[in-house]
């Protein structure tokens, strides 16, 4: 199984358009309760085809209000990406659970980590996917964690493309496929890593919600709707 190190500037640019022009920053930041709406607006937008190839079965409104409900903000780490309009575009959950029997051929450790990600329309082809994933992924390593899981349909080329980027070993059986990558453990530059792109992220963050608060205030002032 590969290994990877992640270890890279958080405020990076992710190569360039076809027209030659760099692609924007893309910035991860960790979401919380008060993120949960938004959330949830995300999931509902996306089309049956989406849901499918997020959850592997197209569900029904109710049950992705379900899932949303019932993430844990203390047991898991979900992190998210909002565009220059302050709308969460992107949303990546990292799920923790005990490592079982089927899962001790690939660790050794107490725990395993397992990726999901679901990507806007509006947000594609920039990359978004990836720095989740990596945003994850530097999350595991300085958390103990050294085996990061993808289950996903094999069709679902997004999460393909992601794990082979990533170096994952990939096993595929009746049309669902699995991904393992084995991470490096921590060390201070994979710390800072992590704790920067929060810092950039949260700053990038407050910066669009005071913008957007500012705009409402100003519509409301001016009678605009």
Same mark, same amino acid.
């Given at each position: 199984?590969?290994?990877?190190?992640?270890?890279?500037?958080?405020?990076?640019?992710?190569?360039? &358009?076809?027209?030659?022009?760099?692609?924007? *920053? /893309? +910035?991860?930041? @960790?979401?919380? $309760?008060?993120?949960?709406? #938004?959330?949830?607006?995300?999931?509902?937008?996306?089309?049956? &085809?989406?849901?499918?190839?997020?959850?592997? *079965? /197209? +569900?029904?409104? @109710?049950?992705? $209000?379900?899932?949303?409900? #019932?993430?844990?903000?203390?047991?898991?780490?979900?992190?998210?990406?909002?565009?220059?309009?302050?709308?969460?575009?992107?949303?990546?959950?990292?799920?923790?659970?005990?490592?079982?029997?089927?899962?001790?051929?690939?660790?050794?450790?107490?725990?395993?980590?397992?990726?999901?990600?679901?990507?806007?329309?509006?947000?594609?082809?920039?990359?978004?996917?990836?720095?989740?994933?990596?945003?994850?992924?530097?999350?595991?390593?300085?958390?103990?964690?050294?085996?990061?899981?993808?289950?996903?349909?094999?069709?679902?080329?997004?999460?393909?493309?992601?794990?082979?980027?990533?170096?994952?070993?990939?096993?595929?059986?009746?049309?669902?496929?699995?991904?393992?990558?084995?991470?490096?453990?921590?060390?201070?530059?994979?710390?800072?890593?992590?704790?920067?792109?929060?810092?950039?992220?949260?700053?990038?963050?407050?910066?669009?919600?005071?913008?957007?608060?500012?705009?409402?205030?100003?519509?409301?002032?001016?009678?605009?709707?």
């Amino acid at each position: 199984m590969n290994s990877i190190d992640l270890f890279q500037n958080p405020l990076r640019r992710w190569g360039s &358009n076809k027209d030659g022009k760099s692609r924007p *920053t /893309v +910035l991860v930041k @960790e979401l919380r $309760e008060r993120d949960r709406r #938004r959330m949830l607006k995300h999931f509902l937008g996306l089309e049956n &085809n989406d849901r499918l190839l997020r959850f592997g *079965t /197209v +569900l029904p409104d @109710e049950q992705v $209000e379900n899932y949303v409900n #019932r993430i844990d903000f203390g047991r898991d780490m979900v992190f998210g990406v909002y565009n220059r309009v302050f709308k969460l575009v992107a949303v990546g959950h990292l799920a923790f659970a005990p490592r079982d029997d089927s899962k001790s051929a690939v660790t050794e450790k107490d725990r395993i980590a397992e990726f999901g990600v679901s990507v806007s329309k509006s947000a594609r082809g920039m990359g978004v996917g990836s720095r989740l994933f990596e945003r994850a992924a530097i999350h595991c390593r300085n958390n103990d964690v050294d085996t990061l899981y993808m289950h996903c349909l094999s069709s679902n080329k997004t999460m393909m493309h992601i794990a082979k980027k990533a170096g994952m070993e990939i096993h595929r059986d009746y049309g669902e496929a699995d991904a393992y990558l084995k991470l490096l453990p921590a060390n201070p530059a994979s710390m800072l890593q992590e704790a920067l792109g929060e810092q950039f992220a949260t700053l990038d963050y407050t910066l669009k919600a005071n913008k957007r608060i500012a705009t409402k205030w100003l519509d409301r002032l001016t009678g605009r709707k």
